[in-house]
């Protein structure tokens, strides 16, 4: 019963702050939360990279090939750390929920839920980072497979890009046509 009277003093306490600075620290929050996305990209670039150095180690004659596989799919293990920049620059410079009229509590969970919703896309980069490390480590054993790897490898990594773009939907839903306002 008390940790429900600290929420309502609380909830009391945040509402006596203008609409749009609470917003705006909400923002800030969101941002921050946003970010914590590009953990998945780099668990999975490192994945990657340590696969690409042991296909090298297993063929020093496919080292270029099995290079480029590592490269060209740690490039894409990037793409879920690059929606949540996309998000966070939003919600920094243009978010439409700062100077909207509306329940103060309502844009203010909106700014952090369209943050916290990036989080998803640490599974999309390690998932496609494991995947981009399985693909060069191959192409290092058999570099005569080269594009059927790669080829597999690149559908394999957008499957597993699904759930950053679907991070990405929600939190522009929240922040442009959030229906809760």
Known sequence: MENANFITVFLDWLMTFETSALVAAATAIGVGLAMIAGIGPGIGQGIAAGKGAEAVSYNRKSGKQATMVMLLGAAVAETSGILSLVVALIMLFA????????????????????GLSMIAGIGAGIGQGI??????EMVGKRPKHQSAIIRTMFLGQAVAQTTGIYAMIIALLLLFANPLL
């Open 95 to 114: 978010n439409p929920l700062i100077g909207m009229e509306g329940t103060a509590i309502v844009m203010v969970a909106s700014a952090i839920g369209a």
């Open 131 to 136: 995947a981009a490390g399985k693909g060069a």
